[in-house]
């Protein structure tokens, strides 16, 4: 599955300004876009449900440990390229608050990413 999320791809409408409540916003739709991606797969028959995994480059994987840390569903998950966003985030979607609420096997890489 190759979820669009709000603000990515064609539904591109207004990138909010980094550190803002609109960009908090943003956030939780994008996370709500995810576990609807999710229940969607929940209906199909010749889906291995209980053996979903999470795989993220660039942006994906930034996103990755709040998807992680409240969707249940993943049993285990890889991402590459993330890297740190230079903007300031609210704490309530920070990444890096997130990430110690993982508890399912994770790899992530940082190969191929220039400073």
Known sequence: MFPMYTNTYERLVNVPA?????E???????VKDLRR???YL?????IGHDRL??????????LGPINLSVEN?????????????????????DPFNYAPCVKIPCSWSTAGMTS
């Not at 908090?24 to 994008?30: G, L, V």
């Open 37 to 39: 991606s999710l229940d």
């Open 53 to 62: 995994a999470d795989y993220g480059i660039s942006f994906r994987a930034v």
């Open 24 to 30: 908090r916003d943003d956030t939780i739709a994008q």
């Open 18 to 22: 980094p550190g803002t409540s609109a």
């Open 42 to 46: 929940e209906t199909r028959t010749d």
């Open 73 to 93: 569903r993943f049993k285990a998950a890889v991402f590459a390229a993330g890297g740190c966003d230079r903007d300031k985030e609210l704490p309530e979607v």
